[in-house]
């Protein structure tokens, strides 16, 4: 009932930048936290960065000063700004959202990803 769509994904030289985006679609009554999810080849998905509906933040240490999480609320949308790239940030960038639909129920849901690749 929940879809998220990621955009912004692509090939970018070291010490770049590129911008993800992600909007969420459905039957929303309210998100709370929303936040992003990575997983590299031949690895296990981790957590990036979060953000509350309030704008708290946290993030994985490996990307902290590096990116930041922000959210538009009027858009249902959470972005990742990526600065400062690095070859190991390479990876599958997943979008995450939970919440409550309009019938009250609750939801958790993944967007299908998009790829992030790094060169050296």
């Known amino acids: 009932q929940v879809q998220l769509v990621e955009s912004g994904g692509g090939l970018v030289q070291a010490g770049g930048s590129l911008r993800l985006s992600c909007a969420a679609s459905g039957s929303i009554f309210s998100i709370n936290g929303m936040g992003w999810s990575r997983q590299a080849p031949g690895k296990q998905r981790e957590f990036v960065a979060a953000?509350?509906?309030?704008?708290?933040?946290d993030y994985v240490d490996s990307v902290k000063g590096r990116f930041t999480i922000s959210r538009d609320n009027a858009k249902n949308t959470v972005y990742l700004q990526m600065n400062s790239l690095e070859p190991e940030d390479t990876a599958v960038y997943y979008c995450t959202a939970n919440g409550r639909t309009k019938s009250q129920v609750r939801f958790s849901s993944w967007g299908q990803g998009t790829q992030v690749t790094v060169s050296s």
């Open positions: 953000i509350t509906s309030g704008g708290s933040t």
